[in-house]
């Protein structure tokens, strides 16, 4: 299964993923530039990333943990997500997603 991601660059890579594995934990490895301070804790929004339009009403819903956090992130948009609470599963197969500014 594939993810892509648009870079600080605005350059889109296609990542290969796992099934079970959050979308941060693939941009990571595939060694993009994410901080992800916390390690998918959901305590630090430092994996904030942009949905593209055309998935954002395709994903589970944020946690209300999942807005905190969003609260006190910079550059929120409607599309803001946390990228260690959203799974790599059939469902999110083709997911596309844009770095935020404060998230490298
Ligand atoms: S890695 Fe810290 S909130 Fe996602």
Request: proline content about 3%; hydrophobic content about 40%; aromatic content about 6%.
């Amino acid at each position: 299964m594939y993810l892509h991601v648009i870079d600080h660059e605005g350059q889109e890579h296609t990542l290969e993923g796992l099934e079970g594995w959050r979308v941060m934990e693939v941009i990571r490895d595939w060694g993009l530039s994410i901080k992800a301070e916390c390690g998918g804790a959901c305590a630090c929004a430092t994996c904030h990333v942009y949905i593209d339009n055309e998935w954002v009403n395709k994903l589970v819903p944020p946690t209300d943990e999942e807005v905190d956090r969003l609260d006190e992130a910079f550059f929120v948009e409607s599309n803001s997500r946390l990228a260690c609470q959203i799974l790599m599963t059939e469902d999110t197969d083709g997911l596309r997603v844009k770095l935020a500014p404060a998230s490298d």
